[in-house]
Structures are given as C-alpha cells and as structure tokens.
C-alpha cells in the first residue's frame, strides 16, 4: 500500500480569505509607501523617509508569504 492510496498526497488546499487578507495588507502598505514617501519629499523628513522604506519592506514580506501561499507542496 502506498501513501497515495490515500487523502494525504492531495495538495492542500489554500483558503482565499487568506489571500485576499495577505493582497488587502499589501496594498495598504504599498498605499502607505506612497503617501509617506511624497509627504518625506514635501518636508524634507529624513525619519518619514525612513518609516516609508519601511512599510516598504512590510509589503517585500506580505509579497513572499503570498508567492509561498501559492506553492503546491
């Protein structure tokens, strides 16, 4: 008997909420990016410039844990 004979070699299955949870999280970051890196230009704020590079590197994870949600096992 194999382990296929079985329901474990089924790929698993991804919940959408989920995603639509991780692609809601990465467009707010990504909006957020935005208006802080235009308001760091306008006032000349090296610490708004550095909060933006930030939610920068929050929306980098939000697109991993979403291309590694789409990896079959």
């Given at each position: 008997?194999s382990?296929?004979?079985h329901?474990?070699?089924?790929?698993?299955?991804?919940?959408?909420?989920?995603?639509?949870?991780?692609w809601a999280?990465?467009a707010?970051?990504?909006?957020?990016f935005?208006?802080?890196?235009?308001a760091?230009?306008?006032a000349?704020?090296?610490?708004?410039?550095?909060?933006?590079?930030?939610f920068l590197a929050?929306?980098?994870?939000?697109?991993?844990?979403?291309?590694?949600?789409?990896l079959?096992?």
């Open positions: 008997m382990c296929c004979d329901d474990c070699c089924e790929p698993p299955q991804t919940d959408n909420r989920y995603r639509r949870i991780l999280a990465l707010v970051n990504l909006t957020m935005g208006v802080e890196l235009v760091s230009i306008i000349g704020s090296v610490s708004l410039r550095a909060d933006a590079l930030d929050d929306t980098a994870n939000y697109a991993v844990a979403l291309a590694v949600v789409g079959a096992l």
